[in-house]
T-cell receptor
Framework: SQQGEEDPQALSIQEGENATMNCSYK?????LQWYRQNSGRGLVHLIL?????REKHSGRLRVTLDTSKKSSSLLITASRAADTASYFC????????????FGKGTKLTVNP | GAVVSQHPSRVICKSGTSVKIECRSL??????MFWYRQFPKKSLMLMAT?????????EQGVEKDKFLINHASLTLSTLTVTSAHPEDSSFYIC???????????????FGDGTRLSIL
Protein backbone atom coordinates (compact mmCIF):
# COMPACT_ATOMS: atom_id res chain seq x y z
CA SER A 1 0.00 0.00 0.00
CA GLN A 2 1.16 3.51 -0.73
CA GLN A 3 -0.90 4.90 2.08
CA GLY A 4 0.71 7.22 4.55
CA GLU A 5 0.48 6.26 8.18
CA GLU A 6 0.26 8.87 10.88
CA ASP A 7 1.59 8.36 14.34
CA PRO A 8 0.23 8.65 16.94
CA GLN A 9 -3.42 7.91 16.16
CA ALA A 10 -4.48 10.19 18.98
CA LEU A 11 -2.70 12.88 20.94
CA SER A 12 -3.93 14.86 23.92
CA ILE A 13 -1.96 17.83 25.23
CA GLN A 14 -2.41 21.01 27.25
CA GLU A 15 -2.68 24.42 25.72
CA GLY A 16 0.72 25.97 25.21
CA GLU A 17 2.48 22.66 24.68
CA ASN A 18 3.92 21.58 21.36
CA ALA A 19 2.31 18.79 19.35
CA THR A 20 4.29 16.54 17.05
CA MET A 21 2.71 14.19 14.55
CA ASN A 22 4.56 11.83 12.29
CA CYS A 23 3.78 10.36 8.92
CA SER A 24 5.44 7.48 7.11
CA TYR A 25 4.94 6.39 3.54
CA LYS A 26 6.13 3.58 1.35
CA UNK A 27 6.97 4.76 -2.16
CA UNK A 28 8.80 7.61 -3.82
CA UNK A 29 6.86 10.82 -3.71
CA UNK A 30 6.64 14.12 -5.54
CA UNK A 31 5.37 16.01 -2.54
CA LEU A 32 3.79 15.53 0.85
CA GLN A 33 0.97 17.61 2.18
CA TRP A 34 -0.58 18.09 5.59
CA TYR A 35 -4.26 18.76 6.05
CA ARG A 36 -6.45 19.51 9.00
CA GLN A 37 -10.04 18.39 9.45
CA ASN A 38 -12.42 19.67 12.06
CA SER A 39 -15.09 17.19 13.07
CA GLY A 40 -17.69 16.74 10.35
CA ARG A 41 -16.06 19.25 8.03
CA GLY A 42 -13.90 19.24 4.95
CA LEU A 43 -10.13 19.37 4.92
CA VAL A 44 -8.06 22.50 5.14
CA HIS A 45 -4.69 22.52 3.44
CA LEU A 46 -1.85 23.42 5.81
CA ILE A 47 1.49 22.90 4.11
CA LEU A 48 2.91 21.30 0.97
CA UNK A 49 6.53 20.19 1.07
CA UNK A 50 8.24 19.01 -2.08
CA UNK A 51 10.48 15.99 -2.26
CA UNK A 52 13.57 18.17 -2.64
CA UNK A 53 12.77 20.19 0.48
CA ARG A 54 13.70 19.20 4.00
CA GLU A 55 11.86 21.70 6.15
CA LYS A 56 9.12 24.23 5.81
CA HIS A 57 7.48 26.69 8.17
CA SER A 58 4.12 28.39 8.23
CA GLY A 59 3.25 30.39 11.32
CA ARG A 60 3.21 27.96 14.24
CA LEU A 61 3.57 24.98 11.93
CA ARG A 62 6.84 23.30 11.07
CA VAL A 63 7.04 20.40 8.67
CA THR A 64 10.07 18.25 8.03
CA LEU A 65 10.58 15.67 5.33
CA ASP A 66 13.14 12.88 5.32
CA THR A 67 12.92 11.08 2.01
CA SER A 68 15.61 8.58 3.00
CA LYS A 69 13.40 7.42 5.85
CA LYS A 70 10.19 8.05 3.94
CA SER A 71 8.83 10.06 6.81
CA SER A 72 7.55 13.51 7.66
CA SER A 73 6.65 15.30 10.84
CA LEU A 74 4.27 18.13 11.63
CA LEU A 75 5.05 20.26 14.65
CA ILE A 76 2.51 22.67 16.05
CA THR A 77 4.09 25.02 18.55
CA ALA A 78 2.34 26.78 21.40
CA SER A 79 -0.84 24.85 20.77
CA ARG A 80 -4.28 26.35 21.31
CA ALA A 81 -7.64 24.75 22.04
CA ALA A 82 -8.66 25.81 18.53
CA ASP A 83 -5.99 23.47 17.12
CA THR A 84 -8.12 20.52 18.21
CA ALA A 85 -8.79 18.58 15.00
CA SER A 86 -7.66 15.57 13.01
CA TYR A 87 -4.49 15.99 11.00
CA PHE A 88 -3.79 14.00 7.86
CA CYS A 89 -0.74 13.65 5.72
CA UNK A 90 -1.21 13.01 2.03
CA UNK A 91 1.37 11.98 -0.50
CA UNK A 92 1.53 12.95 -4.12
CA UNK A 93 3.46 10.56 -6.28
CA UNK A 94 6.06 10.81 -8.99
CA UNK A 95 5.05 9.90 -12.48
CA UNK A 96 2.54 12.67 -13.02
CA UNK A 97 -0.30 11.26 -10.97
CA UNK A 98 -2.50 13.96 -9.53
CA UNK A 99 -3.92 11.67 -6.89
CA UNK A 100 -3.23 12.09 -3.22
CA UNK A 101 -3.16 9.15 -0.86
CA PHE A 102 -4.20 10.01 2.66
CA GLY A 103 -3.06 8.49 5.90
CA LYS A 104 -5.44 7.55 8.68
CA GLY A 105 -4.87 10.75 10.58
CA THR A 106 -3.92 11.86 14.06
CA LYS A 107 -6.67 13.14 16.27
CA LEU A 108 -5.25 16.01 18.29
CA THR A 109 -7.00 17.29 21.39
CA VAL A 110 -5.70 20.46 23.00
CA ASN A 111 -7.10 20.92 26.46
CA PRO A 112 -7.58 24.48 27.71
CA GLY B 1 -8.72 32.48 -2.40
CA ALA B 2 -9.14 28.86 -3.52
CA VAL B 3 -12.61 28.32 -2.11
CA VAL B 4 -14.54 25.17 -2.89
CA SER B 5 -18.24 25.03 -2.18
CA GLN B 6 -20.02 21.71 -1.74
CA HIS B 7 -23.77 21.40 -1.60
CA PRO B 8 -25.82 20.10 0.10
CA SER B 9 -24.09 19.72 3.43
CA ARG B 10 -26.50 17.09 4.64
CA VAL B 11 -28.99 14.79 2.96
CA ILE B 12 -31.39 12.33 4.53
CA CYS B 13 -33.47 10.30 2.14
CA LYS B 14 -35.20 7.01 1.61
CA SER B 15 -33.61 3.94 0.14
CA GLY B 16 -33.86 3.85 -3.65
CA THR B 17 -33.56 7.61 -4.06
CA SER B 18 -30.88 9.17 -6.24
CA VAL B 19 -28.92 11.99 -4.66
CA LYS B 20 -26.88 14.65 -6.45
CA ILE B 21 -24.00 16.45 -4.76
CA GLU B 22 -22.44 19.55 -6.29
CA CYS B 23 -18.88 20.75 -5.98
CA ARG B 24 -17.95 24.21 -7.18
CA SER B 25 -14.66 26.05 -7.27
CA LEU B 26 -15.67 29.62 -6.56
CA UNK B 27 -12.61 31.68 -7.36
CA UNK B 28 -10.47 29.52 -9.59
CA UNK B 29 -10.85 27.16 -12.50
CA UNK B 30 -10.32 23.51 -11.73
CA UNK B 31 -9.65 21.20 -14.63
CA UNK B 32 -9.53 18.35 -12.15
CA MET B 33 -11.75 17.63 -9.20
CA PHE B 34 -11.68 14.67 -6.86
CA TRP B 35 -14.39 12.83 -5.00
CA TYR B 36 -13.68 11.11 -1.71
CA ARG B 37 -15.64 9.04 0.72
CA GLN B 38 -14.88 9.01 4.43
CA PHE B 39 -16.14 6.52 6.97
CA PRO B 40 -16.36 7.46 10.64
CA LYS B 41 -12.96 7.95 12.23
CA LYS B 42 -11.28 6.79 9.04
CA SER B 43 -9.21 8.35 6.34
CA LEU B 44 -10.40 9.67 3.03
CA MET B 45 -10.82 7.12 0.29
CA LEU B 46 -10.50 8.44 -3.24
CA MET B 47 -13.47 7.37 -5.31
CA ALA B 48 -12.78 9.05 -8.62
CA THR B 49 -10.93 11.78 -10.43
CA UNK B 50 -13.15 14.10 -12.39
CA UNK B 51 -11.74 15.76 -15.48
CA UNK B 52 -13.52 18.63 -17.18
CA UNK B 53 -14.95 17.61 -20.51
CA UNK B 54 -14.06 13.94 -20.24
CA UNK B 55 -15.06 10.82 -18.40
CA UNK B 56 -14.15 10.41 -14.77
CA UNK B 57 -11.47 7.97 -13.74
CA UNK B 58 -12.74 5.65 -11.04
CA GLU B 59 -10.68 3.90 -8.43
CA GLN B 60 -10.70 0.15 -8.21
CA GLY B 61 -13.79 -1.17 -6.51
CA VAL B 62 -15.90 1.93 -7.08
CA GLU B 63 -19.03 1.24 -9.11
CA LYS B 64 -19.27 3.62 -12.04
CA ASP B 65 -22.98 3.05 -12.47
CA LYS B 66 -23.66 3.68 -8.80
CA PHE B 67 -21.62 6.85 -8.50
CA LEU B 68 -22.14 9.00 -11.59
CA ILE B 69 -19.73 11.88 -11.99
CA ASN B 70 -20.15 14.79 -14.36
CA HIS B 71 -17.64 17.61 -14.77
CA ALA B 72 -19.46 19.89 -17.17
CA SER B 73 -17.45 23.05 -16.61
CA LEU B 74 -14.18 24.25 -15.15
CA THR B 75 -15.91 25.18 -11.92
CA LEU B 76 -18.51 22.47 -11.38
CA SER B 77 -18.45 18.74 -10.82
CA THR B 78 -21.38 16.66 -9.63
CA LEU B 79 -21.60 13.26 -7.99
CA THR B 80 -24.89 11.41 -8.23
CA VAL B 81 -25.43 8.44 -5.97
CA THR B 82 -27.98 6.42 -7.87
CA SER B 83 -30.58 4.24 -6.18
CA ALA B 84 -28.94 4.85 -2.83
CA HIS B 85 -29.09 2.23 -0.13
CA PRO B 86 -28.20 2.38 3.57
CA GLU B 87 -24.68 1.08 2.88
CA ASP B 88 -24.09 4.20 0.78
CA SER B 89 -24.50 6.34 3.88
CA SER B 90 -21.23 8.15 4.40
CA PHE B 91 -19.45 11.48 4.34
CA TYR B 92 -18.61 12.51 0.78
CA ILE B 93 -16.00 15.19 0.18
CA CYS B 94 -14.92 16.83 -3.03
CA UNK B 95 -11.74 18.70 -3.77
CA UNK B 96 -10.44 20.81 -6.59
CA UNK B 97 -6.93 21.46 -7.63
CA UNK B 98 -5.83 24.81 -8.94
CA UNK B 99 -3.87 24.81 -12.20
CA UNK B 100 -0.15 24.15 -11.74
CA UNK B 101 2.25 27.06 -11.74
CA UNK B 102 5.35 26.19 -13.64
CA UNK B 103 6.55 22.80 -12.49
CA UNK B 104 4.87 23.00 -9.14
CA UNK B 105 1.98 20.85 -8.11
CA UNK B 106 -0.78 22.72 -6.38
CA UNK B 107 -2.58 21.55 -3.26
CA UNK B 108 -6.11 20.28 -3.37
CA UNK B 109 -8.75 22.51 -1.84
CA PHE B 110 -11.66 20.77 -0.21
CA GLY B 111 -15.34 21.38 0.13
CA ASP B 112 -16.98 21.03 3.53
CA GLY B 113 -18.40 17.63 2.71
CA THR B 114 -21.87 16.14 2.42
CA ARG B 115 -23.26 13.87 5.11
CA LEU B 116 -25.47 11.37 3.30
CA SER B 117 -27.86 9.27 5.35
CA ILE B 118 -30.01 6.69 3.62
CA LEU B 119 -32.90 5.35 5.64
Amino acid sequence: SQQGEEDPQALSIQEGENATMNCSYKTSINNLQWYRQNSGRGLVHLILIRSNEREKHSGRLRVTLDTSKKSSSLLITASRAADTASYFCATGFKGGSEKLVFGKGTKLTVNP
Amino acid sequence: GAVVSQHPSRVICKSGTSVKIECRSLDFQATTMFWYRQFPKKSLMLMATSNEGSKATYEQGVEKDKFLINHASLTLSTLTVTSAHPEDSSFYICSARAPPTGWSNQPQHFGDGTRLSIL
